[in-house]
C-alpha cells in the first residue's frame, strides 16, 4: 500500500472509530482506558489494587464476557432484603393462610410441630393474616422464620440437605403463595422505600418483637459492579431472598432483573405457588435445592452458562466458570470456590468461609471488613480443624482442601 493510501485508510479508520463503528485501538488509537474504583474509602490493604489490576487483565476481553457473580444480602447491600420484606409482609397483612389450614402445604420440611404452632396461633377462615394486629400469629411466624424454630422451642424444620436447602429461606419464598409476581414486586418495593429511607440503626416492630428497620447499598459495591461493567465483565446477582424480592433491589445497583438469580416459585394460572423451581437432577417442585451452598453453584452453572441436567451441579471447566465472586457467609463458599480470578469475602466471622479464605490456598482470596458496621476480631480462632464445616446431614466436621487434607485453624486478621 503506498503512502497516500495508508494515510487515507488511517483517517477512515478513525473516523469510524469515532462513530463507534470500529474500536479506537483498530484505529490506531491504542486499547480503550480500564475503568478504576472511585470510592477508595472503606478498603483493605491491596484489595482495591488487586481488584483493579483484575479487571485491567481481563479489559474488553473478546470473544465470551468474563461473568462476576455476587451473592446479595450483606455482600452489596447491609443487611438482609428477604428480612425486610418479610417484615414488611407480616406488618401488613399480606400473608396467606395455607388451604384448609393445613401448614405442613407450606413446606415438606417443615415439622409437625410447628405445623401444630402455626395452626394454633393462626386463624384459618380469613382471606390474609391479620399479622399486624394479631401478636400471637405474627409472633409465631417470625419465630419459625428467623430462628427455625415455634415460640415453645420446638425444631421447625427437619430432613434436608443442609448444602442444597435452606428451608428457612425457602419458607418465605412458599408463603408467597397466592400473589402474583408483579403483586410481590410492589410489597419489595414499598418495603425498600422504608428501609432506605429509615435512618441506619432504625428497628420496628413486629409482633411483640424489634426487629431490623433499615439497609444500605455499599457505594464501595455500586462502585464496583459499575467498574466491572465497564470493563466488558457480564455482572449477576445469586441470592437466597426470593427472585422477585431480588429484583427490585438489584436494580439500584445497576443489575437488570434478567442478570439477577434468586429462590423461584412454579406458578398455576399466573399465581406464585408454595413449589420451587429445581436445577441440575432436581425437578420443578420437588423443593430439594435452592440459591444455597451447593445450590448456588448448581443455578449460576445452569442460569449463566447453560449447563443442563445433574451436569450443573458440578465444578465445570474453567473457561465456564466466573472470574470474579463476591460473598459474604458460608452459604456462598461453592460459587467463591469456582472463582477462577478473585474471590472477594466481607468478614462477618462465618467459620467456614472464613477458614477457606484465610487458607488461601492459591492466593486468590481476598478478604475485606464490612463496609458498613464492620464486623470485631472473632476471639480466638476459627475452628477449620474440628467444627468449621457442616456436612448435608447438618453435622460439623473439619474444613478439607480438595486434596483432601484439613484447614487448620486460623486466626481472624482482617477486622
Known sequence: ??????????????????????????????????????????????????????????????GRKPVAVFDWDNTVIKNDVGDATFFWLLRNDRIRPPRHGDWATTSRYLTPEAADALAAACPAAVRTLPTATDARCADELLSVYGKGATTGGKAAFAGYDHRRMEPQYAWLAQLLRGWTTGQVRSFARAARAENLAAPQGATQQVGTSQVTGWARYYPQQRDLIRALKGAGFDVWIVSASPEPVVDVWAAGAGVAPSHAVGIRNTTEHGRLTAHLKGCGSVRDGEDRMITYVDGKRCWINQEIFGVRGPAAERVQPAGRRQVFAAGDSDTDVSFLRDATGLRLVLNRNKNELMCRAYDNGDGRWIVNPMFIEPKKQKPGTYPCATTGYTAPDGSAQPVRRPDGSVVPDQADSVF
Open 1 to 62: 500500500m503506498n503512502n497516500r493510501l495508508r494515510t487515507f485508510a488511517a483517517a477512515a479508520a478513525l473516523v469510524l472509530a469515532a462513530t463507534g463503528l470500529l474500536p479506537a485501538e483498530a484505529a490506531g488509537a491504542g486499547p480503550a482506558e480500564c475503568p478504576v474504583l472511585t470510592v477508595s474509602d472503606g478498603w483493605y490493604g491491596d484489595n482495591k489494587a488487586r481488584i483493579e489490576r483484575l479487571m485491567a487483565d481481563h479489559c474488553q476481553d473478546r
